[in-house]
């Protein structure tokens, strides 16, 4: 079984920038694919980036490229999302998701595990 923990999420005026973190355990980070969604009051979840198990691939949805950068630390089983230039249409619950592969990262279907969720509000 695994567990994921997602933290940093917060308030931040538009424009500002902030750093989430899922925490892995139950078993090494390094055997999963890792991806980040976001769901939004009274909207489905949505896909906002993924990474390989090594962290040599990525993937973004269009709305955080050049914005956000996913990235992992298998020695600290720790994924990371940069996310900078907020607006407030990012206001929504992010959470993380394990995947034993990266095959389509972007649909929900594809992933074992999900952590219960940040949430990061974008004041205008």
């Known amino acids: 079984q695994v567990q994921l923990v997602e933290s940093g999420g917060g308030l931040v005026q538009a424009g500002g920038s902030l750093r989430l973190s899922c925490a892995v355990s139950?078993?090494?980070?390094?055997?999963?694919?890792m991806g980040w969604f976001r769901q939004a009051p009274g909207k489905e979840r949505e896909f906002v980036a993924a990474?390989?198990?090594?962290?040599?691939?990525?993937d973004y949805a269009d709305s955080g490229k050049g914005r956000f950068t996913i990235s992992r630390d298998n020695a600290k089983n720790t994924v990371y999302l940069q996310m900078n230039s907020l607006k407030p249409e990012d206001t929504a619950v992010y959470s993380c998701?394990?995947?034993?592969?990266?095959?389509?990262?972007?649909?929900?279907?594809?992933?074992?595990?999900w952590g219960q969720g940040t949430q990061v509000t974008v004041s205008s």
């Open positions: 990474i390989s198990k090594s962290g040599g691939i990525t």
């Open positions: 139950g078993r090494t980070s390094s055997s999963y694919a």
């Open positions: 998701a394990a995947t034993r592969t990266m095959v389509r990262p972007s649909e929900v279907s594809k992933y074992d595990y």
